[in-house]
């Protein structure tokens, strides 16, 4: 069991290029999240999808799609990246029990710079 | 609008002694409460949670504090450990969304 992965590890983009941030988990979770995390803060979502064809948006999604064709991949991706978009982003799968539960399990993380 | 707020950026604690984490929320609407640990380079990993319908959940050295009529929530860890030296975030969820606070730097001191 590999939990979430997340490809790439590193990014460095030039402003104005676009990039597809893969996310693949194999434990079957219908829920799925992106998130940002800028330096010194919290964990921002960007988006979220609560099953295959189903995404909505997080607190922070301008600049951003998503789409979600498998259970398995949730890519997120950036188009004209700008230096606002330097950030290391999260992956996150869950699967929501009887009792409502979120825990998520989050993949390593990757670290963009936009310059 | 930061409906999850974590105000002690840091934290620092003797080995052995209590970690007490604090975390306040805005929406009422909110039903699970969590806490995450965060390594530097790795993604958080769950630690602990609560219902919104309990006021306390304990786990080993772990317990978390409810308390809905203030909005405060608190991690507790007793005695703590070096090894749990990390940034503690607490999450609140409301339906499919999950917000998660700053985060709080612990430092447990040998």
């Known amino acids: 069991n590999a939990g979430v992965t997340q490809t790439p590890k590193f990014r460095i983009l030039k402003i104005g290029q676009s990039m597809t941030l893969q996310c693949t988990q194999d434990?079957?979770?219908?829920?799925m999240y992106w998130y940002r995390q800028d330096p010194g803060m919290g964990l921002k979502l960007i988006y979220y999808s609560v099953g295959a064809g189903i995404t909505d948006k997080g607190e922070v999604p301008n600049g951003y799609n998503v789409s979600r064709s498998t259970t398995e991949d949730f890519p997120l991706r950036l188009e004209l990246a700008a230096p606002s978009q330097t950030s290391v982003y999260f992956c996150?799968?869950?699967?929501?029990?009887?009792?409502?539960?979120?825990?998520?399990?989050f993949g390593p993380g990757t670290r963009l710079t936009v310059t | 609008d930061q409906q999850v707020k974590q105000n002690s950026p840091s934290l620092s604690v003797q080995e052995g002694r209590i970690s007490i984490l604090n975390c306040d929320y805005t929406?009422?609407?909110?039903?699970?409460f969590l806490w995450y640990k965060k390594y530097p380079a790795e993604g958080p990993t769950f630690l602990i949670s609560i219902s919104s319908i309990k006021d306390k959940n304990e786990d080993g050295r772990f317990t978390v504090f409810l308390n809905k009529s203030a909005k405060h929530l608190s991690l507790h860890i007793v005695p703590s450990q070096p090894g749990d030296s990390a940034v503690y975030f607490c999450?609140?969820?409301?339906?499919?969304?999950?917000?998660f606070g700053p985060g709080t730097s612990l430092s447990v001191i040998p």
């Open positions: 999450a609140a969820s409301e339906a499919d969304k999950v917000i």
């Open positions: 929406n009422s609407m909110f039903d699970y």
């Open positions: 434990m079957n979770h219908n829920y």
């Open positions: 996150a799968s869950s699967q929501p029990g009887l009792a409502g539960t979120y825990e998520q399990y």
